[in-house]
């Protein structure tokens, strides 16, 4: 399992860290088998409406095609100071 740096922002989580992960995904609870329903996936979505603008660690599986983080768990949240330092260094 890896951890993921980012922002959530409009129900997305935007990966900062590590750098070369950057991109913008929706996080499921449920394992990546080898294949999937789209539909399946989006009933374990995690909602992030209590994190939107807030920076959070999750760790979770980010496969190759991107979209979604499996397995995934937010296991820190930043308050509004830290967010606003998050956002400055990764600007």
Known sequence: ?????????????????????????RLTRIMKPASIAEELVTSH????AEYEGKAIMVTGSLP???????EATVIEQSG??????V???FR
Do not use: A
């Open 87 to 89: 956002k400055e260094l």
């Open 45 to 48: 979505e995690i909602n992030l």
């Open 64 to 70: 190759e095609h991107k979209g979604w983080l499996y």
């Open 80 to 85: 509004p100071i830290l967010t606003e330092v």
């Open 1 to 25: 399992m890896d951890k993921f740096l980012g922002i959530v922002k409009d129900g997305r989580f935007s990966i900062l860290l590590p750098r070369p992960q950057c991109c913008t995904v």
